[in-house]
């Protein structure tokens, strides 16, 4: 179970949920070409999974005395798994991810891509050695990571088998799995400055640059507020245009009432938390978001399949 939670595993399963609702939830459903067969695409997730859970063992090597503070009650490296170890558990898990991405984009006739791998490892071990310590930067560097892990589906099941006779229903899919992911990233980079807030004692004591540090818990909540209504603002007009406007009316309505009303809700508690319970809370809310977000794909294929 420590290894478990050091590799956190309830994250990696949200990972590994939203790549396959993306692969059997709304690309299998488009009637188009795809290079992966479903155990390769299989191998896919899990080189996903595998290189994620070595960037969330080096981050709590290096988080080990900020997260004494933070959190005493879930350090685990250091109690219960020793730092040699931690090394050992990080080294297994991104080789395997990594040589498993080897293995992908040969199969797919594109060994070029398997720089992808190495690149997304290599950024996860500066993110916890140096780039988290940077104002905004580490922020912003682990919500790509987690946009690229929709893209990547792309990447590898959509562009191998894209061709002259059906590039434009290609890009067309590729086009929506661009605004998935976009919305992703604005959403976990909303989620990581709400974080910083709830880790602002530890991080003042560790002497790290967050821009709750920088600013203030005043001035950060309030730029939090202006900041998520961007995707707000966005994601209203996406359903106007193409939802409402074309009488999709069951994604229309989960969407209000699962991504657009809770994110109002954070954007109005926002702006009057002050201590750590409540920005754990909004935390939590914006991790709901990302949840129902997970079933907006499979929810508009469905609408569209049985639009009268």
Known sequence: MKYLQV??????????????????????????????????????????????????????????????????????????????????LYVVLTIIGVGIGFYLSNVIDKPNFAALFILIAATLYFYATTL??????????????????????????????????NQRQMIQIFSILIDYAFFAFMLHLIREMTKDLEDIEGDKQQEMNTLAIR??????????????????????????????????????LYSLLFIIAPFLYFTIKITTAKVKTEFHHLSTVLKWIVFFGLFLLPILTYTIQHHA
């Open 215 to 252: 600013l203030g818990i005043s001035k950060t909540t309030k730029l939090l507020a202006i900041l998520s209504l961007i995707p707000i603002g966005l994601f209203l007009n996406y359903i106007y245009r193409y939802f409402i406007l074309n009488d999709l009316h069951l994604i229309t």
């Open 132 to 165: 988290k310590q940077m104002l905004l930067v580490g922020n912003i560097i682990i919500s790509l990571l987690l946009a690229l892990s929709v893209l990547i589906v792309g990447v590898f099941d959509l562009f191998p088998v894209t061709y002259a006779e």
């Open 7 to 88: 590799v956190r595993y309830q994250n990696l399963l949200l990972v590994a949920l939203m790549q396959m609702i993306l692969r059997f939830g709304f690309l299998k459903e488009q009637n188009c070409s795809l290079a992966l067969s479903n155990f390769q695409y299989v191998l896919l997730v899990l080189a996903t999974l595998f290189i994620a859970a070595g960037g969330y063992v080096i981050n709590d090597i290096f988080d080990q005395d900020t997260d004494a503070i933070n959190k005493p009650e879930k350090v685990i490296i250091g109690k219960t798994i020793k730092e040699s170890q931690a090394y050992n």
